[in-house]
């Protein structure tokens, strides 16, 4: 069975990277007849995707040490080792088996792990989206100097 309400979550997580790139189409957009002022503009861009950048190679990290915290808490789920405190804690049941092998197989198919996971493979993604964004920023410099001296040798100068 699906859970609506995660995969709602992660709808509206997509919708956040799926704004990043919209951002970058409008951002990409280069007006030629005033190259002038699209020189200054580079530093802001570099500012808004920077600080997205830095907000999204946190946010994976922090996803890596949440799953780490969780996977050790379900390591003591599934081999009985979790007092009725800590099941309460999280609203689970006892886990009717202890487990002592194949416990691979359930951290690979259990959802609060899947669920870090994807979290941590999403702000991964958005990190490489971000990080693209930024080497072609890199570039826009001289891309701008190379067409503004193409247009004065054009026009005679």
Same mark, same amino acid.
């Given at each position: 069975? *699906?859970?609506?309400?995660?995969?709602?979550? +992660? @709808? !509206? !997580?997509?919708?956040?990277? #799926?704004? %990043?790139?919209?951002?970058?189409?409008e951002?990409s957009?280069i007006?030629?007849? #005033?190259?002038?002022?699209? @020189? %200054?503009?580079?530093p802001k861009?570099?500012?808004?995707? @920077? =600080?997205? *950048?830095?907000?999204h190679?946190?946010?994976?990290k922090?996803?890596?040490?949440?799953? =780490?915290?969780?996977?050790? +808490?379900?390591?003591?789920?599934?081999?009985?080792? *979790?007092?009725?405190? #800590?099941?309460?804690?999280?609203?689970?049941?006892?886990f009717q088996?202890?487990?002592?092998?194949d !416990?691979?197989y359930?951290?690979?198919?259990?959802?609060?792990?899947?669920?870090? *996971?994807?979290?941590k493979?999403?702000?991964?993604?958005?990190?490489? +989206?971000?990080?693209?964004?930024?080497?072609? @920023?890199n570039?826009?410099?001289?891309?701008?100097?190379e067409?503004?001296a193409?247009?004065?040798? !054009?026009?005679?100068?």
């Amino acid at each position: 069975m *699906l859970d609506c309400k995660f995969y709602v979550k +992660v @709808l !509206i !997580i997509m919708d956040k990277l #799926e704004q %990043i790139l919209k951002m970058w189409e409008e951002d990409s957009e280069i007006d030629q007849t #005033e190259p002038s002022r699209e @020189l %200054i503009k580079i530093p802001k861009y570099h500012s808004k995707y @920077l =600080n997205a *950048l830095t907000k999204h190679k946190f946010a994976a990290k922090k996803a890596v040490f949440d799953y =780490n915290v969780m996977r050790k +808490v379900k390591f003591e789920y599934y081999t009985g080792k *979790l007092d009725q405190a #800590e099941l309460d804690k999280y609203g689970w049941e006892q886990f009717q088996f202890s487990l002592k092998s194949d !416990i691979s197989y359930y951290f690979d198919s259990d959802k609060d792990l899947i669920k870090l *996971l994807e979290k941590k493979v999403y702000h991964e993604e958005c990190v490489e +989206v971000i990080t693209a964004i930024m080497k072609e @920023l890199n570039q826009r410099t001289w891309q701008l100097k190379e067409y503004i001296a193409w247009e004065r040798f !054009i026009g005679g100068q």
